[in-house]
Nanobody, 120 residues
């Protein structure tokens, strides 16, 4: 089991930036990749970005491509999400998650979430 703790959320004006961080502990060696998801009020949770622990391969949702950047620090067991050019529609609770399987796109561990609010 991997334990995940997010931090870095807050209130920012449209066009601003935030940096979210996810600290992983426990059986981190069993994780294939780490992902960020978000859930806005009244909407389903949606995928934002993913990065593999080994190789650092990244993948982004079209809605954030070019604005958000995911990165990882293997020595510190952290995964960050840099959010630039924020829009009001980026307002959501952002969750960090760990994926164990190489082949199944399923996430096995989740953090508690951190709120990002973008004002217009």
């Amino acid at each position: 089991q991997v334990q995940l703790v997010e931090s870095g959320g807050g209130l920012v004006q449209a066009g601003g930036s935030l940096r979210l961080s996810c600290a992983a502990s426990g059986r981190t060696f069993s994780s294939y990749a780490m992902g960020w998801f978000r859930q806005a009020p009244g909407k389903e949770r949606e995928f934002v970005a993913r990065i593999t622990w080994s190789g650092g391969r990244t993948y982004y949702a079209d809605s954030v491509k070019g604005r958000f950047t995911i990165s990882r620090d293997q020595a510190k067991n952290t995964v960050d999400l840099q959010l630039n050019s924020l829009k009001p529609e980026d307002t959501a609770v952002y969750y960090c998650a760990a994926r164990n399987s190489v082949f199944r796109d399923e996430y096995d561990s989740w953090g508690q979430g951190t709120q990002v609010t973008v004002s217009s």
